[in-house]
C-alpha cells in the first residue's frame, strides 16, 4: 500500500509557472509507474502524463507537452510536476498516482492508488 500527498498548487497568472509535488510513503517508490491527471469543474478526469518506475519512460498529453516536466526522484520518494507557460485551461485540482507495475497508463483505471488532489488556478 502507497500513500500519496500532492502539494504546490495555488493560483498564478497566465504564462506563470508551478511546481507540484507529490510525496509517497513507503520503501519501494521506484516499482510504481506514476501519473499526473487533472479534472478541470464539470469535466471528467483527464491523463495529464505517465512516467515509468524508473522515471525512463513518459508519455504527455498533447495539451501539455513541451510546457510541463514530470520527473522523479526515488530516494526522496517523490514526483514532481513543473507547469511552466500555464494557461487557463490548466485550471483543475491535479492528482497524482499510482500504478502496481513498471508501466505508466493513460488510463485511470489502471492507477491503484490516487492522492488527494491539489487546486490550480490560473487567471488570464
Known amino acids: 500500500q502507497v500513500q500519496l500527498v500532492e502539494s504546490g498548487g495555488g493560483l498564478v497568472q497566465a504564462g506563470g509557472s508551478l511546481r507540484l509535488s507529490c510525496a509517497a510513503s513507503?520503501?519501494?517508490?521506484?516499482?510504481?509507474?506514476m501519473g499526473w491527471f487533472r479534472q478541470a469543474p464539470e469535466k471528467g478526469r483527464e491523463f495529464v502524463v505517465g512516467t515509468s518506475g524508473s522515471g525512463g519512460n513518459t508519455y504527455y498529453a498533447d495539451s501539455v507537452k513541451g510546457r510541463f516536466t514530470i520527473s522523479r526522484d526515488n530516494a526522496k520518494n517523490t514526483l514532481y510536476l513543473q507547469m511552466n507557460s500555464l494557461k487557463p485551461e490548466d485550471t483543475a485540482i491535479y492528482y497524482c498516482?499510482?500504478?502496481?507495475?513498471?508501466?505508466?497508463?493513460?488510463?485511470?483505471?489502471?492507477?491503484?492508488?490516487w492522492g488527494q488532489g491539489t487546486q490550480v488556478t490560473v487567471s488570464s
Open positions: 513507503g520503501r519501494t517508490f521506484s516499482r510504481y509507474a
Open positions: 498516482a499510482a500504478r502496481n507495475s513498471f508501466t505508466y497508463s493513460i488510463n485511470e483505471v489502471a492507477y491503484d492508488h
